[in-house]
Each structure stands twice: as C-alpha cells, then as structure tokens.
C-alpha cells in the first residue's frame, strides 16, 4: 500500500501560479507512471500530465507550455508546477500513482481555484 497526499492548492488570479506537490508513503522510482488528474464540478476527472518512470512526459492540450511536471525519486514526491493559470483550471487535483498495471493509488485531492 502507498498513501499519496497533495498540497499546494489554494486561490489565486489568473495570469498566477502554483506549484503542487504529491508525497509518497514510500518508494516512487519503480513507479510505471506518476500522474496528477483534475475535477472540476459537474465534470469527469481528466489526465492532465503524466510522467513515466524514465521521464517521459505527456500533457493534456489545454496546459501545454503553462504546466509541468516533474518527479523526485530520492524524496518520493511528484510536482506539479502551473503557470498562467486561467479561471477554467479551476478544479480538484488529485496525483495518481500507477504503481503497476493492476496498482494504482489515489490521494486525496487539492482544491485550486483561479480568479478572474
């Protein structure tokens, strides 16, 4: 079992930023994929990037060049920095760990809204 906790959510105006951050129980680095996923009311989760365990990357269209996401294996930890935020990536993050193919864990979620 790995327990995964975010943090770094909270309100901010557009055109601000915010770095979010995942920490891990325990080890990440055998870790398929690191990810952080979003939900905003009324909507379905959605991928939002996704890091694999050889550092490959991938990002939704709505926030390629204003996210990016990266991954600490000595720290166990997975960050998610946001920049220009707009008033639609207002949402619950949440980090998801695939720690195999039948394995994932999900933390809790992190609010983060973004004023207009």
């Known amino acids: 079992q790995v327990q995964l906790a975010e943090s770094g959510g909270g309100l901010v105006q557009a055109g601000g930023s915010l770095r979010l951050s995942c920490a891990a129980s325990r080890s990440i680095s055998s870790f398929v994929t690191l990810g952080w996923y979003r939900q905003a009311p009324g909507n379905q989760r959605e991928l939002v990037a996704r890091i694999t365990s050889g550092g490959d990357t991938y990002y939704v269209d709505s926030v390629k060049g204003r996210f990016t996401i990266s991954r600490d294996n000595a720290e166990n930890m997975v960050y998610l920095q946001m920049n220009l935020l707009k008033p639609e990536d207002t949402a619950v993050y949440y980090c998801?760990?695939?720690?195999?193919?039948?394995?994932?864990?999900w933390g809790q979620g992190t609010q983060v809204t973004v004023s207009s």
């Open positions: 998801k760990g695939q720690a195999s193919l039948l394995n994932a864990y």
